[in-house]
């Protein structure tokens, strides 16, 4: 948002890295040990979609959220039997994508279950179009 790039990085060791480009260069911003595993993935978020500033993440059946300082403010646990491989934040909304399972959370505070749905057959990749928010709620 402020014309700088900027870089998340997840590793094996449950750690996230947050690197600014100066004059080309990657400076470190922060770093904050999350997780005891690995990182599964790292989305953008907040509650302007033109303004995507807190980074969520996940490992095994949890997402956390963090500011862009590094700081946590979100912890969501799942009752998911799989781990998330992806997940996708828009406003309050949450999409988790595992090997078989796709759902959807509303501020984590529970899994909506008109937005569950399993796969017989491996999901390699979820992508979401959503046209308004209004219109994900019943």
Known sequence: TDGRQKLLVGDDSGRIYGYEFKR?????QFTTKVFENPVSCIALGGSDPLRRDKIFISCDQTVKGLT????????MSSSLTEPIQ?????????????????????????E???HYHYSFIAITIA????????SLLP
Not at 24 to 28: F, H, L, M, N, V
Not at 68 to 75: V, Y
Not at 127 to 134: M, P, Q, R, V, W
């Open 112 to 114: 909506l279950s008109h």
């Open 68 to 75: 862009k300082k590094g700081k946590e403010f979100f912890t």
């Open 24 to 28: 080309g260069e990657p400076q470190i």
């Open 127 to 134: 992508i979401l179009n959503i046209l308004t928010s209004a």
């Open 86 to 110: 992806s997940i996708h934040i828009e406003n309050t909304m949450i999409w988790t994508s595992c090997e078989s399972i796709l759902n959807t959370y509303d501020d984590g505070k529970g």
